[in-house]
């Protein structure tokens, strides 16, 4: 049968199998994080030929009784082609990654512009993530990146399943601790409950809807316990009473006893996920705050002036000329070719910004690579769980390199004031003044690298994003790495009783900013002549609005 442009074969069990004639095996080779040397972002705005979009929707699904924590769910398995099949932007090596997808006919086709959606957890860019390293990243190249067509494999509709959740209104995937409730409900119940986890009191008595059900922790799990949802109400199919009474005790009894052997595996993954942080990002919140600290408190500070450490105070970028300074040498190593001096400020701001972004989705890209368990799901889940994600982990990590004046940038060479951010023209001033203030809140819970580094690793590996395959297989992962954190949190930060439930809450707070901010480059795109999007991140934006 045909779906979306492939030709695919059923197997026993319900997967598909796509077969491999050479126009799959071709679409599917296309890499996506790393550039040529070359390329030109005067082609920003020329993204490659309109591909069909195909939707694949497995019809193989099923549920079975099972233990609590892996009850009714998608569990859509779907093997990908042969391993020849697999060649993505996630395994590709530095020197086999390309841009160049080639261009058909001898030509591209016209840039597809973003249509305006509902999603909360689009991509954005971003300006303050961590800079480039100092080799600079040559961002120049002609030919338009593409990610795979597998971006669009395996997404599936979900049809033929129309009871609502009982707690917010979405729809339902199954029967779960003793509710019709969808994937997000049930595994916030999950977590709540496996974790012992307690919200800050709420007595507004929050409306609790599909949009809004992670706004308030609290008033959601209070709706999850007036509507029945109970750890005894997990259903076990044609079995006497007695003997589920027995099983749910042994489970319980099994969870207490394995708890001390079970902290000792989490503080093995919590220092695995540390140790993948400190080596694939470069500009770590402890190194950003010995910069911060004592240095960047006046705008007449100049590059090569020595601090009491030793150490030189970044070049502080405060208005036209001293970014101009700072692009020829003093602290990028090369200038944004789409945006020449005589462009106007606000222009070379967006340019330099997405050129920051795309450093570090590569870097967030081998982080991703290096947690437990992410290597072993479907290539096209690990795509997608990066494609929706690196904007949320970037929100994330970009207040460490804030402080109430500016943010570093490059590297930590350079230090942009805010001032100077707001004194850009509309829309450009309005980049990058909600994170500062997401950083004020942000920053207040005084977390370091090993905390952030789990807490981005949890957002990376998130199960409600459109299209993932394998729901429950990633469900898991991020349930591991949460508990990990949770524990951590507790050691770390023995004070703060409520650390982690706010760190959750967080979670929606950027899904929120990054929707934002998406929002905001589409006005952009479509006001400012002068302005592109670049490449890579065309790819991410795409199918997503």
């Known amino acids: 049968m045909t779906k979306g442009g492939r030709r695919w074969r059923w ?157 917010c209104g979405d729809r339902a995937s199954g029967f779960h601790y003793g509710v019709h409730a969808c994937e997000g409900c049930k595994g916030f119940f999950r977590r709540t409950i496996r974790m012992k986890l307690e919200y800050e009191r709420c007595d507004r008595s929050c409306k609790i809807q599909k949009k809004s059900r ?42 207490a006893c394995s708890q001390n052997s079970g902290a000792s595996d989490l503080k093995s993954l919590a220092k695995r996920v540390n140790n993948a942080y400190q080596k694939n990002l470069n500009m770590t919140k402890k190194k950003a705050r010995s910069i911060l600290t004592g240095k960047t408190s006046s705008t007449t500070v100049r590059a090569g002036t020595s601090s009491s450490s030793g150490n030189k105070n970044p070049f502080v970028i405060h208005d036209m000329d001293t970014l101009w300074q ?18 106007e400020i606000g222009v070379h701001v967006f340019y330099r910004c997405q050129c920051t972004t795309v450093e570090t989705v590569r870097e967030l890209t081998e982080f991703a690579k290096s947690i437990p368990g992410f ?52 829309p450009f001033s309005e980049i990058m003044e909600p994170k500062f203030e997401f950083a004020v809140k942000f920053n207040a819970l005084e977390l370091d690298d090993s905390d952030l580094a789990l807490y981005v690793a949890a957002i990376i590996l998130c199960g409600d994003r459109p299209g993932l395959m394998n729901i429950k297989q990633v469900e898991d992962i991020q349930d591991n ?10 050691t770390n930060h023995p004070d703060s009783s409520f650390i982690f439930p706010k760190l959750l809450q967080k979670m929606a707070d950027l899904r929120q900013l990054v929707t934002e901010n998406a929002l905001l480059v589409q006005k952009i795109k479509k006001t400012e002549s002068e302005t592109s999007l670049h490449p890579l991140l065309q790819e991410i934006y795409r199918d997503m609005y």
């Open 214 to 255: 992670n706004k308030c922790q609290y008033c959601r799990f209070q709706k999850c316990l007036m509507l029945g949802m109970s750890h005894d109400a997990i259903r076990y199919g044609r079995m006497p009473e007695a003997e589920k009474r027995k099983l749910v005790a042994g489970l319980l009894a099994g969870e």
């Open 11 to 167: 197997h026993e069990g319900g997967s598909a199998r796509p077969r491999s004639d050479g126009r799959a095996m071709e679409e599917s080779r296309t890499s996506m994080l790393t550039a040529n040397q070359n390329e030109d972002p005067k082609a920003w705005g020329k993204s490659d030929k309109k591909r069909p979009k195909g939707k694949l929707s497995p019809s193989s699904r099923h549920s079975s009784p099972g233990p609590p924590e892996e009850e009714t769910g998608l569990d859509d398995k779907m093997e990908l082609g042969s391993a020849g099949e697999e060649s993505s932007w996630l395994e590709a090596s530095p020197e086999e990654q390309s841009w160049d997808r080639g261009s058909q006919n001898g030509h591209a086709g016209e840039e597809e512009p973003l249509e305006k959606g509902s999603s909360s957890n689009s991509a954005s860019c971003s300006t303050g993530s961590p800079a480039p390293s100092s080799s600079g990243t040559d961002l120049s190249q002609t030919s338009p990146p593409s990610l795979s067509d597998q971006l669009l494999l395996g997404r599936d509709d979900r049809s033929g399943i129309n009871v609502e959740c009982r707690i």
């Open 375 to 426: 290597q072993d799901l479907f290539l096209n889940d690990q795509v997608t769980l990066l494609k929706y994600g690196v904007h949320e982990a970037i929100f994330a990590m970009l207040p460490s390199l804030m402080n109430k004046d500016g943010l570093l940038v490059a590297n930590g060479l350079g230090f942009v004031t805010r001032e100077f951010l707001r004194s850009l023209r509309k």
């Open 481 to 490: 790495i949460l508990q990990a954190l949770n524990l951590h949190l507790n």
């Open 326 to 343: 700072a692009e020829n040498g003093l602290v990028w190593n090369q200038l944004v070719n789409g945006a020449p001096p005589h462009k």
